[in-house]
């Protein structure tokens, strides 16, 4: 290959058909610092359903998903040295919308003496495509969360729990080793009454949740029923201080014999209304 056919690749190994086949699977093109496509390998190409020659002398954002032109036209705007390197998440817009995730090494070079920049992309595949399933599931759940009009929590163990200690050593455990608020939907803050939900999280959670004999009977409740316990009662400290009881359906996170996290949904204990 010379300079000119291969987009700017060097340091070939002697056997250059091993070197085609390494390349030849991943997905290449070469951009000048003006953002137009001057080189691409047929494999990129084709992954986008194009030809090499259909893609020469495009723009990036002809090729490139939005937010990774914009990036790439961030880079290219900067003053930077020959050879410098970078990685990249990269998404390419391929024919009828379709995106392909990669993950990019950009490298900048000369080319006919002018600088340009070399990227050189592994296609995610089903990594990519499981990622942003991910992505749109966890986007989903915290919608449903933060949306729900019941208090939904959670409290992860810094320090994970030890559970297959003695149920006394248990419960200290759970108070005394560190955690934080994982989760807490507006409901719940509502419940606390807090002036900032914003800090919430920041907030030790013993402030809200102390080590009482109620809520060390609660946690008991919980190891007694395997961690799966509905309409357990919790003495909780609203941020005045006032004392509310709340009725809590709880759920655990247990990977081998530590406990990393628990979570659920609670609802205020309104007194009895008062007969005459």
């Known amino acids: 290959m010379t300079a000119r056919q291969d987009g700017g690749l060097t340091n070939q190994p002697d056997d250059g058909g091993n070197w085609d086949d390494f390349i030849s699977d991943l997905l290449v093109d070469v951009v000048d610092a003006t953002g137009q496509i001057i080189w691409v390998n047929s494999t990129q190409a084709e992954c986008l359903g194009l030809s090499p020659a259909d893609m020469a002398g495009l723009n990036i954002e002809a090729c490139y998903a939005p937010g990774s032109a ?10 930077l040295p020959d050879g410098f390197v970078t990685t990249l998440e990269l998404d390419l817009a391929g024919q009828g919308g379709r995106r392909v995730r990669t993950l990019a090494r950009c490298r900048k070079i000369l080319r006919a003496g002018q600088p340009c920049f070399r990227l050189i992309k592994l296609n995610l595949g089903h990594v990519g495509r499981a990622y942003d399933d991910l992505q749109a599931d966890n986007e989903l759940f915290r919608r449903i969360i933060a949306d729900a009009s019941e208090a939904h929590w959670c409290i992860e163990f810094l320090e994970p729990v030890d559970i297959n200690r003695a149920r006394e050593e248990v419960v200290d455990q759970i108070f005394a080793n560190r955690s934080i608020w994982r989760v807490a939907n507006p409901a719940m803050m509502a419940l ?10 920041s907030f030790d959670v013993r402030l809200y949740w102390p080590r009482t004999p109620e809520n060390e009977a609660f946690v008991g409740q919980i190891i007694d029923a395997n961690y799966h316990i509905d309409a357990g009662i919790s003495s909780d400290r609203r941020h005045d201080g006032t004392t509310v009881n709340l009725e809590n359906d709880v759920r655990a996170e247990i990977r081998e014999t530590f406990l990393y996290r628990i979570w659920g949904n609670c609802r205020l204990v309104r007194p009895p209304a008062q007969t005459t």
Do not use: I, S, V
Request: aromatic share 16%; charged share 30%.
């Open 70 to 79: 914009e990036a790439l036209r961030e880079l290219f705007g900067r003053t």
């Open 192 to 201: 606390y009454q807090l002036p900032n939900a914003g800090e919430f999280r």
